[in-house]
């Protein structure tokens, strides 16, 4: 029997590759990032570079702290951030992922990536069809369909998606498609020495995150947090689930994210009453005329 599939622009979508045509698709697929283990090392930023060929950035000083990559981009699929901020006393830890603490500074160290929303307006956007769900769940960019139109870079909430100068395409994370699809783990994953990077089936990490959540907490890491494991959230939840030491800002990311496409079909039901409307009074208008 063929499936007719939907594509949904908000809520909870738990069968998003199905939805998306796959039929049985395989499970969800996504990563588990644990803040509170990063060392900052990059292994990840390296290991996605020389797996996937992505051009060398960084070699610039900026001055901003340890990071000279600075923000998610084409050339940086994987971005490890150095959060340096001033907190009261009374919030310092010894371990507990606040690397380097002293009294009255805070280190935060967090390694970013494209989020593989549940709803993703790149993947909405695009006019090419450059952009696809893949059976795991994820989003792909195919850089031989991009016709660098650009579409997709405002659309994303995260600012993950990103042009190169050369030609105008958009590249970002694949979640290493190539090799998932052979049951191989993502490079970053693979080479992240503290397991602060994981990857598996995304229901069996959002359980994962849930415990150690708990855990942190009972260990009076209060500020601890999730992010992007709701599916009630703005983009359907995320296939990429970090957990925090601080409020997302301090990460640089939004603190409610909302796919930028989600009001598009009521939008265009707007348009349509407004367009009847005027018919009515145009044809009203006509009607009245005198001979």
Known sequence: MSRTWVTLTSGPEPTVAE??????????????????????????????????????????????SYDNTQALGADTWRHVAFVERSVPP???????????????????????????CTHAACLDVCPTGALFRTEFGTVVVQQDVCNGC????????????????????????????DRIGHDQTPACAK???????????????????????????????TDAQLYGESPDDGVGGAGALFL?????????????????????????????????????GLAGAFAGRRP
């Open 150 to 177: 650009g579409y997709c870079v405002p659309a994303c909430p995260y600012g993950v998606i990103d042009q190169r100068k050369e030609d105008g395409r958009v590249f970002k994370c694949t979640l290493c498609y």
């Open 244 to 280: 925090l030491l601080a409020e997302p800002e301090a990460y640089g990311l939004p603190p409610d994210p909302v796919v930028t496409t989600r009001d598009l079909g009521r939008m265009w039901r707007d348009v349509g009453l407004a367009a009847v409307g005027i018919a009515v």
């Open 19 to 64: 939805d998306a045509g796959y039929g049985q698709a395989p499970a969800r697929k996504g990563f588990f990032t644990d803040t509170s283990v990063c060392i900052g090392c990059k292994a990840c930023e390296v290991a996605c570079k020389e797996w996937n060929h992505v051009p060398e950035d960084g070699l610039t000083f900026t001055g901003n």
């Open 191 to 221: 080479a992240c020495p503290t397991e602060s990077i994981q990857y598996g089936d995304l229901d069996d990490l959002r359980l994962r995150a849930a415990e150690r959540l708990e855990t942190l907490q009972a260990q009076g890491v």
């Open 90 to 116: 009374a919030l310092d830890h010894d371990g507990g992922g606040l690397v380097g603490s002293r009294e009255g500074v805070q280190w935060l160290m967090s390694s970013d990536v494209c989020k593989h």
